[in-house]
């Protein structure tokens, strides 16, 4: 059996802050979250809520699709390990839901694998070589524990791996959310294939019942589930209809989920951020879905504007 070695992550290389306004106070302190998908692209969206997780005390695990970050092997190194030793950062600590956040020696589940804290040598430094990585040094740089995670969103066994490697490595998962990966090519009814729509609806529906499933056995009471939907979902789109009838179904599961986990006592909620939306708002939007408690809500579907007092 394999054992992993803990992960760590330099702060050199790094990605730049996206929302450098944002000034944590401690909102989700001790909590142990899990963000998939939304590293790539102009603003990416799954940095932006991983930044404001950890900025509120969160230890974060990131997990992205290897198809869009940069390739490497599948596991660390001997050398790895001692290198991230030496040039590890502290961990956030405190104590999320009675049990303290510490990183666990564990076998690799199938379907997602660790990314080491180093870079090989090969490895183009800089945000644009590898927003997995360089994400997780940006919250590494800001006093976070980070667990980057390469694997296939769009396979359930990548999903079920995820889940349990941030499970296995944090000892539990209180917030999970779902960024969703950035929308397809235009799929109009002529040109959108079977295949095209079986590739969508997995990305978004099945992807995000997996992740839901694995993760409903290690939350506890109290826990958090945002999802993350575009507003085509509501409005259809002729030009993209297997991303807008993805986004549909996923709105829907939201208020599926909520009714299911009611029991558990975890929240589910939907987030719709828009491509005009700021992202200091959409952090707050995140954040504030994200700490839960016995006023939030439960089975809403929600544009940031409505979940940001003006101002």
Known sequence: MNRLPPRWTRSGGAASDPIPRHRGAGALSGRRALVVGGLSGGIPLGRTVATALAKEGA?????????????SRAWPSARDSRDSDAARTRPTTGRGRGRPIVPAR???????RPEPATERPDTPRGAGADPLRSTARLLARLGASALPL?????DESGCRGAVAHTALEFGGIDLLVVCGQPAPAAGGLLDLTTEDLDRTIRATLYSTLWLVQAARVFMQPGSSVVLTAAPSGRLGSAEGIGHAAGAAAVMNLARSLADALAERD????????????????VAA???????GGAAAPTGAVLPVSELVPPG
Request: proline fraction near 8%; charge should be negative.
């Open 285 to 291: 939007a995140y954040v504030r879905l994200a700490r």
């Open 150 to 154: 390469h694997c296939d969103t769009a």
């Open 266 to 281: 975890v929240r589910v909620n939907c987030a719709v951020p828009e491509d005009g939306d700021d992202p200091h708002d």
């Open 106 to 112: 564990s076998s690799s589940p199938l379907g997602a």
């Open 59 to 71: 230890a974060v695990a990131l997990a992205e699709s290897a198809a869009r970050t940069a390739p």
